[in-house]
Structure formats: C-alpha cells, structure tokens
C-alpha cells in the first residue's frame, strides 16, 4: 500500500467484531473522523449520505454490516436466524441503486448461508465473517492488479485527467482509477494529474485531491467546465476513470459528467480508459439504457457546500448521481482479470 495512505482506513471491521469502522468521507479533507457503525440503519445511512462511498468501498462496508447484523442475531434456531439476516440484507440493498457492487457483495453474504446448509447458526456466523474479509481482501488484490494493467498503457510524464474519486478512498485501498497513478508515483513515472471537483458532491475537489496531495502526486484541481481547455492545451494523454456498473455491451455507469468527458475525449483524440474490478460488471444488464440511476435530493444542487444558498428558492432541478458512457466512446474497459472490453475503432 502507499505509505502516505495507510493511515487513512476506508472500511474496516473494529477490534471486537462488533462495528463497522468508516472515515466519514463528507468532512474530508478539513477533518478525519472515524465513526463506528453498529445498526442496520447508521450503516444504511452512512451509504446513503456517502459517508463511504465509491463502488468497491460501498459494498465492503454493506459486507461488513451484514456481517455485524447478523453477530446481533440471537437465536440459535436456523430459520429464524436465516429470515432476519435476509431481511437486513434486504434493506442493505436500498441504500444505494447504482453501484452493483453493493448487489454483488450482498448477494455473496446471503449465498454463505445456501452454502452451508448442515451448519449450525454459529457456524455460519464463522463463514460471514470468512466471506467479509474475502470480500475486502479480493478487492485490493482486484486493485492492485488493475493498476499493474492500466500502467502497462501509460507513459512517463503523462498528464491523466480523472473525474469523482475512484482512489484510495473509494475501495480497500489504492483505487481503481487512481491505482496506476499510484503505482507510477512509486516507480517515478512523474504522471501529471488533473483532477476535476464532480459537482455536485465535490469527490474531486474533496477526496481525489486530498489522496493525491497527501501521496505527493502531483495534482492540479479544476472545475468540471475546464476540461474541454485542459484537453485542447494539450495538457491531457489518458483519462482514467471508475466505474459503478458496466453492463454486459461495455456501457458504462460512473459519476454524472463522466460521459461529457468522453466526448471531449474522442473529440480530441485522447484514449479513454475506464477502471473497476469484475464485481463491478452486471452480466444480467444488457445495456447501459438497463441501469438504474440514482436520482439524489435538490439540496446537493442549490445550497450543499455552499455558504449561502446559491440558487433561487423553487427553482427546479435535476441531480441525477451517475450517468451513461455508450461503449463506443470507452476506449478500453480494464479488470483485474484484464481487458472486459476494448475498442479499436
Ligand atoms: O457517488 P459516489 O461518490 O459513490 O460515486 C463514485 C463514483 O462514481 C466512482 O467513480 C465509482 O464508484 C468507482 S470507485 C472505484
């Protein structure tokens, strides 16, 4: 892992088994905190309001607090247990709509009961706790490897733009998007970054930034408007960006402003990479028009991070979190397991 990134734990299982232990990711940068989660409804709602956020992280933490939930589960009688664990997984599952990430690790949580019906209900408590930190591990190694692919197509001294925050602070640890920057920062590739601030919620400006800066990349803000002039100084040779669900055509879901970016790129004729581990790709959704985005509150758009509330009261808005990059803009799609898709043309 960077050293300058251990420090700062995403998600975590705390000592006793007994919380789920997250950085409350909506007071970075100014603030570090640490909360530890020990209901249904704290981790639901850290989900919900991204206190973790990003993909990956979204489903560890959901793995985690199933994980917790069940542990509060006292009964020894195995339907009984089994219908409540599936009840919270339930809910687990409406936090977010987006990110299939948090489908996937759930849906290993529940099978880890189908999977051993001969045990006793402690001994399945003993196989969630197996099944929740392979979730996390698996993650980091997916991570690490993306970053080893994806650096195979980098060059030293490139300027890579990046959108929202797909780093160290959105998985286990070093990021999807952000993990080849890492790895060349370790190897002196002198990459260039431009990060753009992802209005509405600011991942850019807040989180891509701060991890950066702390790993001494270096690393230069810019609007979400500002692309398009970044691009055409010639100041930008790759886009990197994550991934919330990639559907089986190469159509991707990623944080709103991601398909303007690759239109820009096309335009400009800059490669255009999108980075996420297997977990993140929906054989069961055909397409992107399949994928169900997250619409958020109006509050993000005229007055969150605002001092003074910046837009007329009544105005009408649209805050839709993610949106569609068709395949054909994606220049290649890059896992763990390799290239899930590339584009030629
Ligand atoms: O709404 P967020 O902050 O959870 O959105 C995150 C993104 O869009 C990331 O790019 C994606 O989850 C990939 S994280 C490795």
Known sequence: ???????????????RGDGVVILDQTRLP??????????????????????????PA?????????????????????AAFASRFGEIVDYLSTARPTAVNLFAALGRMRRVLRSHPEATVEEWKEALYREAVAIREEDAAACRRIGERCLELLRPGMGILTHCNAGHL???????????????????????????????????ARLTAYELLRAGVDVTLICDNMASAVMRAGWVQAVLVGCDRVAANGDVANKIGTSGLAVLARHYGIPFYVLGPTSTIDPACPDGASIVIEERPSEEVTELWYAHRMAPEGVKTYNPAFDVTPHELVTAIITEKGLFYENNS
Not at 1 to 15: D, G, P
């Open 170 to 204: 959105a998985v286990s640890e070093y990021g999807t998007a952000l993990a080849p920057i890492y790895l060349g920062q370790e190897r002196g590739y002198g990459f260039r970054v431009f990060a753009d601030e992802t209005r509405p919620l600011l991942q850019g």
């Open 30 to 55: 100014t603030e570090e905190t640490y909360l530890t989660l020990t209901t249904a409804e704290e981790i639901w709602e850290a989900i919900y309001k991204l206190r973790v956020r990003g993909a």
């Open 1 to 15: 892992m960077i050293q300058a990134l251990e420090a700062l734990r995403t998600v975590r299982l705390n000592e």
């Open 58 to 78: 979204i489903g560890i933490a959901a793995a985690y607090g199933a994980l917790v939930c069940a542990r509060e589960i006292k009964t020894e009688d195995k």
